[in-house]
């Protein structure tokens, strides 16, 4: 071998050499940019899911005070309110919610109180009467001392939407009238967009939220309000580490990825969370978990004013 095969022997090496780590490196970089692109997808589907959320809440909301506010000015209920009629009271709220209900496809309960804020009536059993309610419903409190209508989610035996409209006779309080809404409908109009909801309410609150207290426990920290969800999903955040949830965030845990933000009752103090997993087959893993703990307003609570 002469010497000009020898260096052309050497260049020939290199060059392999030399071919082999750009395409190394080619790969490395296209395989970096797509998961980088992959992961901001996530993300970006991640907040639009929350966002949606937050706005179907706030609807869901609105139509609850809407049907309280239409209720405590109707003067068919009034003249039956006013009348101690508690049977024409029932039969009449009873028939305006069969009648959303097939128009709407909206399930609202409805409880009525007296100037006391004991029960006077409730649509979904008419043998309570006289149940003391203040002790542990602060809405209710809120609405007889501002005299202005108020929704929010707040916990009573359950944990849910409550939309409290006051009684009012030349300005004084004669009582409230309380529309009450679940979250199936929620978690339905999601379910529809490929989401899948869970409520958790810190179980500090079961004391007072006594409905729930079968619910599955989650890190023995959070009950899981919600009846019906995703199983796949919920095998998946039940196993996943939520002591160190913001007030606004996302995580991923055994190939879901999730959302949520905090829900805080009237005083600020944070009651539970929505959490929002993204139905995907082959999510992409997020490198960390994001978390906030900074919040514009308490968002679950409005008040007409």
Known sequence: MNIFETITGKIDKIVLIFAVVVLTASFYFVYTLSHSYAQKETVHSLENALLLTRNMLDEEQQHALSLSLLLSEDKTFLEAFYGDDRKK??????????????????????????????????????????????????????????????????????????????????????????????????????SEQGYALFILLDKEYLSVATTLTKHPLLENRFVLVNTHYDKNSYESLKNATLDQLGSYGYFTHSGYVFGYFDIRNFHGKRLGYFVIALQKSAPVALKARYESDVSAQNESEVIIR
Do not use: C, M
């Open 89 to 190: 009271t029932f039969e009449i709220i009873r028939e305006k919610l069969a009648s959303l209900k097939k128009l709407q496809g909206y399930t609202f309960e409805v409880q009525v109180h007296d100037k006391n804020l004991h029960t006077f009536l409730r649509s979904w059993d008419f043998s309570i009467k006289g149940v003391p309610l203040a002790s542990f419903r602060e809405g209710l409190v809120l609405v007889k001392e501002r005299k202005k209508p108020l929704v929010s989610i707040e916990v009573g035996k359950r944990l849910n939407i409550k939309a409290i409209s006051p009684i009012l006779k030349q300005g004084k309080f004669q009582g409230s009238i309380e529309v009450i809404e679940g979250f199936a409908h929620l978690r339905e109009k999601l």
